[in-house]
Nanobody, 124 residues
Framework: QVQLVESGGGSVQAGRSLRLSCDAS????????QAWFRQTPGKEREWIAC???????GYADSVKGRFAISKDNAKNTLYLQMDSLKPEDAAMYYC??????????????????WGQGTQVTVSS
């Protein structure tokens, strides 16, 4: 059974940092791609960052230079380091994984597995 469990969300002031984690199980984490998305009420889910099996990464313009995606294959864990947080970064953050090897991508259709989300709140 595939599971993706996010953690690390919370409430912070603007300018501070948070690190999200996503513990994955039940599929071949190391040889597939993972990504982070976020969503706020009334808006479509937005791609944030991705990482493929070769640790190639990609970022949305809105977070480039402030967020960093990484993974630990030995722990089957995906991370998102979020620095210099802004109020507009507040959202529910989701991790996602692909079933098959895939290039780093911002398209939701690439990802077969999704976590339940962790909430990030940023106050000004």
């Amino acid at each position: 059974q595939v599971q993706l469990v996010e953690s690390g969300g919370g409430s912070v002031q603007a300018g501070r940092s948070l690190r999200l984690s996503c513990d994955a199980s039940g599929y071949t984490f190391s040889s597939t791609s993972q990504a982070w998305f976020r969503q706020t009420p009334g808006k479509e889910r937005e791609w944030i960052a991705c990482i493929d099996s070769n640790s190639n990464t990609g970022y949305a313009d809105s977070v480039k230079g402030r967020f960093a995606i990484s993974k630990d294959n030995a722990k089957n864990t995906l991370y998102l380091q979020m620095d210099s947080l802004k109020p507009e970064d507040a959202a529910m953050y989701y991790c996602a994984g692909s079933r098959y090897p895939a290039s780093c991508s911002g398209y939701e259709i690439v990802y077969d597995y999704w976590g339940q989300g962790t909430q990030v709140t940023v106050s000004s």
